[in-house]
């Protein structure tokens, strides 16, 4: 499919929040539903997408681990939850038409196939909205840094991080009221001031390997595509 757009690939970060909505825990069918809508438009606009979704709207390791469990078996749960949230989008994907595969870094071939970076790439090329699911398999990790990951392995030329905010502030905006947004900014300032971003091992592995990175705020409606059209929403982490 020809694509006039500016990105030919991209990896979409989904947080386990997003799909909360307004709810407390879990998945908002509205949210959900509309967030594939924003993800089949870019499909069909012939822009290839992989999506990292997160798993913080049901476990976090960190949280179980806190609360008296495990850490690695609390980080296994919240790899799990990242599969659940994964099924959810996939089938919202395909209720509308679209095409979607799970892909787990975790083996669980009742539901998901198995991530193999050359097959996701075939997905993908197909047409596929790939959903890459349980993070990077390992405890300790975050699913920013398997969406970084992710992104430098299947070759996208943007990593989206979606959030409720529309970029990266030199303060919290909602408690200074003189905070200013950022339009670009380096990734070493990012690891420096300790901004709100992605966590450093994400941001590391953008910088080392020179993946630009935009925040933008997902609660928009159409600023996925927006993007793709090439309007400079949010903000734009890149080389200095
Ligand atoms: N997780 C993990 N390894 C990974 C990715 C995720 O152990 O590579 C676990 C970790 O416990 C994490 C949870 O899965 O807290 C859910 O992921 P994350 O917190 O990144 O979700 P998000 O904040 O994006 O909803």
Do not use: W
Not at 62 to 81: F, K, N, S
Not at 118 to 139: C, D, M, Q, S, Y
């Amino acid at each position: 499919m020809s694509n006039p757009h500016k990105y030919h690939r991209i990896l979409l970060k989904l947080s386990g929040e997003a799909l909360m909505g307004e709810a407390d825990y879990g998945i908002d069918p509205k949210v959900i539903g509309r967030l594939a809508d924003e993800i089949i438009e870019v499909q069909r606009a012939g822009i290839q997408i992989g999506v990292v979704i997160g798993g913080g709207n049901i476990f976090r390791g960190a949280g179980l681990a806190a609360a008296g469990m495990d850490r690695v078996t609390g980080d296994h749960m919240g790899m799990l939850a990242t599969v659940m949230n994964a099924l959810a989008m996939q089938d919202a994907i395909e209720k509308r038409g679209g095409f979607a595969r799970v892909t787990s870094a975790i083996q669980i071939h009742d539901v998901a196939e198995d991530y193999i970076r050359r097959r996701a790439i075939r997905h993908i090329e197909k047409g596929r909205i790939v959903l890459f699911a349980a993070g990077t398999g390992n405890p300790f990790f975050t699913t920013d840094s398997a969406a970084a990951l992710r992104a430098v392995e299947i070759g996208a030329d943007l990593l989206l991080k979606a959030t409720k905010v529309d970029g990266v502030y030199t303060a919290d905006p909602a408690k200074h009221s003189d905070a200013v947004r950022y339009e670009q900014l380096g990734y070493d300032k990012v690891i420096e001031h300790k901004l709100e971003v992605m966590d450093t091992a994400a941001i590391a592995l953008c910088r080392d390997q020179q993946m630009p990175l935009r925040i933008y705020d997902m609660t928009v409606p159409g600023n996925l595509m927006r993007i793709m059209r090439g309007e400079a929403i949010g903000t734009l982490v890149c080389g200095d």
